[in-house]
């Protein structure tokens, strides 16, 4: 267990975990996002939760997956991967934050806040240079997060995955100096 301040903690998945975060997920998932898939998010849910991609997802090495406690309530997910470059920064040792999903009644209450300002000193005292993701452009409220915190836009990815409304392909990529 990671602890970030007395009331939000971090607690690792572990590979007997697949269940309750195929749950957890499904619970949190479709409300913030049903619109953005022909089939309310299902296929995404399968394939980015399912058997397969979570047993990769426990194999990789530079891999950090947590789920977050608040006040001893799970409330969401957080995954990093250490050592993963930024494509247009390749020379920086780079963080890439890959999910982080809070439920909907865990936020506008500072945690995200709270999760990406602790793993950026973490980050900094390992001596990475970069920390980076990508957003949904369709996104407003997260952009407008990221930003907050310094993050700046370089480039921009477009999403292959069927089933996905093509409105919301684009993703942009934004990174922060450590």
Known sequence: MVEISPQLSLHPVNPVDRQ?????????????????????????????????????????????FYFVYWQGELIGIYRWLEEEPLMDLPEKRATKLQRIYLAPEAQGKGIGKQLLKWLIERQKDLGYQILWLDVMDVQEQAKKFYASLGFMETSHVFLEFPLMHDAVRRMNRVYLKL
């Open 20 to 64: 309750q975060l195929y749950t957890f997920m499904q619970r949190i998932y479709p409300p913030a996002y049903q619109h953005f898939w022909q089939d309310q998010g299902q296929w995404y849910l399968d394939y980015i939760y399912g058997p397969e991609a979570f047993a990769r997802d426990m194999s990789a090495a530079n891999a950090f």
